[in-house]
């Protein structure tokens, strides 16, 4: 009698929680700070998702594109602008960010991808796995010489609603896409005691050179769903020019990543998102032992103590928390970034905070290579519009690809008139021909380096 009662207590809790409609009280960067109140100037401002004192950016149906004037900008508000998926009416879900959320992350998917996976034995005879996802094709076209879309999976490394459905929509366009799967995850075996630290890119540089090799004609981008962006970013930042990729977008990307862990999520989030991580890394504490305090890690009751203790080690080799974001931190080499980026942001995002403290505007008005489109409603990954089974971000995302890819084919017919096809032609996107070449022999020539700054005019 007493357990049904709690039961229905905490079955009440959990409704109201999700269906509560306002914005999350704003996650302060410290942490400590409690929520600021607001005027109503600034209710109207955040929303129309636009914070106070910010650059306003280019509206674009509801949302609206922050970034420093460019060609590539002025192509992509142009296309924007056209797309259907951006207006708001058509979001009918908007008043429940933490419903949008709860949906696409943990709402079991619809149908099961059909993938065939490889897996990659990496330097340290660690393993990671490529999942090439094949089915299931509703309607779908599917080219020779598909553009391959590599997808990063959050950094628990589960594989979403969100990512299924972003997956099936890019096979469906004609895209090849395939996910990454970090070590240990998603049933991708640990044969090494070591798990993947939150933006190490040690392990995606190498999957990324395989499929290169596999496929050397076929262009490549990279989107990443939430938590994943840590990664992608770090990979961007640490091979520049030489990354491979012609173009990355980010869904509800966390770009202040250290900030994110030592702020307090609200408590249902908090411990949604530990415990399975806590339970997933329970299965590895045999092998783990040797490395890492396992007791330390199944106790820690944050997700801040918990990345702590799986990855700064207090045993022989300590490492402190400052030192683990020094190598970590997604941002940390963000000026060498050399492809577009998108990121998909909503201001009423759940996970990631209030947008005022997380999401670093400097970055979007000083850097030509970042795009953020920042949307007043769609929660954390939830971007959800008329049909639940599906969300616009994905769309958008592929909208954004597609574009870019127009815009590159455009500057390539422009710089091959009066010249002859160099050496560096062979890394323009979609037309790399030829053998793989090694990465010490792809650094970037100066010739290449003046193309890559020539959309960001
Ligand atoms: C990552 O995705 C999984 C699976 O959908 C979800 O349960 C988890 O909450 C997500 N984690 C973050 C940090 O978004
Ligand atoms: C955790 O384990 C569950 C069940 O075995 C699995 O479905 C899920 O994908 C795992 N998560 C990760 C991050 O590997």
Same mark, same amino acid.
């Given at each position: 009698m007493v357990l049904w009662a709690v039961g229905c207590i905490l079955l009440a809790l959990l409704t109201w929680w999700f269906w509560q409609p306002q914005a999350p009280p704003g996650r302060a960067t410290d942490g400590k700070r409690q929520p600021r109140r607001r005027g109503p100037a600034e209710e109207e401002?955040?929303?129309?998702?636009?914070?106070?004192?910010?650059?306003?950016?280019?509206?674009?149906?509801?949302?609206?594109?922050?970034?420093?004037?460019?060609?590539?900008?002025?192509?992509?508000?142009?296309?924007?602008?056209?797309?259907?998926?951006?207006?708001?009416?058509?979001?009918?879900?908007?008043?429940?960010?933490?419903?949008?959320?709860?949906?696409?992350?943990?709402?079991?998917?619809?149908?099961?991808?059909?993938?065939?996976?490889?897996?990659?034995?990496?330097?340290?005879?660690?393993?990671?796995?490529?999942?090439?996802?094949?089915?299931?094709v509703d309607g779908g076209r599917k080219g020779t010489d598909a553009v391959v879309l590599l997808v990063v999976p959050n950094a628990t490394g589960a594989i979403s609603r969100n990512v299924q459905q972003l997956c099936r929509l890019a096979l469906r366009q004609g895209y090849h896409p395939v996910i990454f799967n970090r070590r240990g995850h998603n049933g991708c075996p640990l044969t090494t005691p070591r798990l993947q630290p939150f933006g190490d890119p040690d392990d995606l540089k190498e999957a990324v050179a395989y499929i290169r090799f596999r496929h050397p004609t076929r262009t490549l981008f990279a989107a990443s769903e939430g938590s994943g962006s840590g990664l992608l970013l770090s990979y961007l930042g640490e091979c520049g020019s030489s990354s491979y990729l012609c173009g990355a977008a980010c869904i509800s990307p966390i770009l202040k990543a250290q900030d994110w862990f030592e702020a307090d999520l609200p408590w249902l989030y908090e411990w949604s998102l530990l415990l399975p991580q806590k339970r997933n890394v329970s299965r590895y504490t045999e092998a783990l032992e040797k490395v890492v305090e396992m007791d330390r890690v199944l106790g820690s009751s944050s997700l801040r103590a918990f990345e702590a203790a799986l990855f700064c080690p207090q045993r022989r080799q300590k490492m402190s928390w400052e030192t683990y974001w020094a190598s970590n931190d997604p941002l940390r080499d963000v000026?060498?970034? #050399?492809? %577009?980026? /998108?990121? =998909?942001? *909503?201001?009423?995002?759940?996970?990631?905070?209030?947008?005022?403290?997380?999401?670093?505007?400097?970055?979007?008005?000083?850097?030509?290579?970042?795009?953020?489109?920042?949307?007043?409603?769609?929660?954390?990954?939830?971007?959800?519009?008329?049909?639940?089974?599906?969300?616009?971000?994905?769309?958008?995302?592929?909208?954004?690809?597609?574009?870019?890819?127009?815009?590159?084919?455009?500057?390539?017919?422009?710089?091959?008139?009066?010249?002859?096809?160099?050496?560096?032609?062979?890394?323009?996107?979609?037309?790399?021909?030829?053998?793989?070449?090694?990465?010490?022999? #792809?650094? %970037?020539? /100066?010739? =290449?380096? *003046?193309?890559?700054?020539?959309?960001?005019?």
């Open positions: 401002h955040k929303a129309a998702g636009v914070p106070l004192g910010e650059e306003r950016g280019s509206p674009v149906g509801g949302c609206r594109l922050i970034c420093k004037p460019s060609a590539l900008a002025q192509a992509l508000v142009k296309s924007f602008c056209r797309s259907a998926h951006l207006e708001t009416k058509r979001w009918s879900w908007k008043r429940w960010p933490n419903l949008q959320t709860a949906v696409q992350l943990l709402w079991p998917p619809d149908r099961p991808l059909e993938f065939s996976r490889d897996h990659l034995q990496m330097a340290d005879e660690g393993i990671v796995a490529l999942d090439w996802v094949s089915g299931p000026d060498e970034v #050399a492809v %577009p980026v /998108l990121c =998909l942001c *909503s201001a009423d995002d759940p996970v990631r905070g209030a947008p005022e403290d997380t999401i670093p505007w400097e970055l979007f008005q000083s850097n030509p290579f970042f795009f953020l489109l920042l949307s007043p409603h769609g929660g954390h990954c939830g971007f959800l519009g008329k049909d639940p089974k599906g969300s616009w971000g994905n769309a958008v995302v592929l909208e954004y690809l597609q574009t870019l890819a127009e815009f590159l084919r455009g500057e390539e017919r422009v710089k091959d008139k009066p010249r002859r096809r160099t050496a560096t032609a062979q890394h323009r996107c979609g037309r790399r021909r030829g053998p793989l070449r090694n990465r010490g022999a #792809a650094l %970037p020539g /100066l010739d =290449l380096f *003046s193309w890559q700054r020539s959309y960001t005019r």
